[in-house]
């Protein structure tokens, strides 16, 4: 028999039961932190210009005044006693006089670049380039020598140069050098090998 103490207390639990948790209450939580690293490789990037061509200019006409002359002539044609007469020891200059210079220091601007990653941000940067005979015809020529690379502030057969990272916008651009010996040179027209006149070489430092 259910009494009015028991229908109370139904209605008291009942009552309880209806009411919310507070708003106060915390969920369980926990944390935890990570630390990333990333280890990159060495990476170089070469740039390089395969083929070159030098132009000299246009076609040059000059003329130099040698001044006077005059010779003994006998009246068969025959002449002698001549003063004033061309030899090569007398010849006036010209403005593309040679004279005895037969070596032209060229510098091929900016025919190589590098970019990458290295342990310190730097690359080696080589040339090999031995005596190369550039010819046209058999017996016309053009001899090459002492070639060299020239990049962050240094020139060499063998240089160091900054990386400078990754992107093309920041890399590092360089020249190579050469002595160029022309007084082989009989004929107009191009000069050329069927080989390679140099390589360059880089590697990450």
């Known amino acids: 028999m259910i009494t009015l103490k028991k229908k109370l207390g139904v209605l008291a639990l009942s009552a309880a039961m ?3 948790f507070s708003s106060s209450a915390h969920a369980v939580q926990t944390s935890g932190s990570t630390d990333i690293k990333v280890n990159l490789p060495d990476i170089i990037i070469l740039h390089y210009i395969s083929d070159i061509t030098l132009n000299f200019g246009s076609d040059i006409g000059q003329s130099a005044d040698e001044s006077g002359a005059s010779w003994t002539v006998a009246w068969d044609g025959a002449t002698s006693d001549g003063l004033g007469e061309l030899a090569v020891g007398n010849l006036d200059d010209t403005s593309n006089e040679l004279g005895a210079i037969s070596t032209i220091d060229v510098t091929l601007p900016n025919v190589w670049a590098i970019r990458g990653l290295s342990s310190d941000g730097t690359a080696t940067v080589e040339i090999a380039g031995g005596n190369a005979t550039l010819a046209n015809g ?66 990450a430092i």
Not at 141 to 162: C, E, H, M, P, R
Not at 175 to 190: F, I
Not at 191 to 198: M, N, P, Q
């Open 18 to 20: 209806s009411i919310p």
């Open 138 to 203: 058999t017996s016309s020529s053009i001899a090459l020598s002492d070639f060299t690379v020239s990049g962050s502030g240094n020139t060499s057969a063998s240089i160091t140069a900054d990386l400078n990272g990754l992107h093309k916008t920041t890399a590092t651009v360089g020249d190579v050098n050469l002595k160029m010996d022309v007084s082989a040179a009989a004929l107009s027209g191009l000069y050329d090998t069927s080989g390679t006149e140099y390589t360059i070489t880089a590697t």
